[in-house]
């Protein structure tokens, strides 16, 4: 079973930027989808980001135009580049298939704090 371990999350003034980078313990060549969640303090976990095998994208409308997620499959490595952030994107970022329970899911790891602050 694949396992994600996430990094890159920091404290950041608003309008600041982050990129996090997921690490996978394996092979995600054959993973159609992968994803960014964040969970926020007193919120349900959030998917933010998706992108496919064959590069098709989405995001949620909250971190449209701000976050932009890539995957390199040779590196078994999945990025969300993160600029522009707004306070409401403070939260715990994990990485994963959009879907639990799909084929590739994995352990929920640590996840990455990311702290937008003033």
């Known amino acids: 079973q694949v396992r994600f371990v996430e990094s890159g999350g920091g404290l950041v003034q608003p309008g600041g930027s982050l990129r996090l980078s997921c690490a996978a313990s394996?092979?995600?060549?054959?993973?159609?989808?992968l994803g960014w969640h964040r969970q926020a303090p007193g919120k349900q976990r959030e998917l933010v980001a998706v992108?496919?095998?064959?590069?098709?994208?989405n995001y949620a409308e909250s971190v449209k135009g701000r976050f932009t997620i890539s995957r390199d499959n040779a590196k078994n490595t999945v990025y969300l580049q993160m600029n522009n952030l707004k306070p409401e994107d403070t939260a715990v970022y994990y990485c994963?298939?959009?879907?639990?329970?799909?084929?590739?899911?994995?352990?929920w790891g640590q996840g990455t704090q990311v702290t937008v602050s003033s």
């Open positions: 394996g092979s995600i060549f054959s993973i159609y989808a």
């Open positions: 992108i496919t095998s064959g590069g098709i994208t």
């Open positions: 994963n298939t959009p879907e639990t329970g799909s084929p590739g899911f994995g352990p």
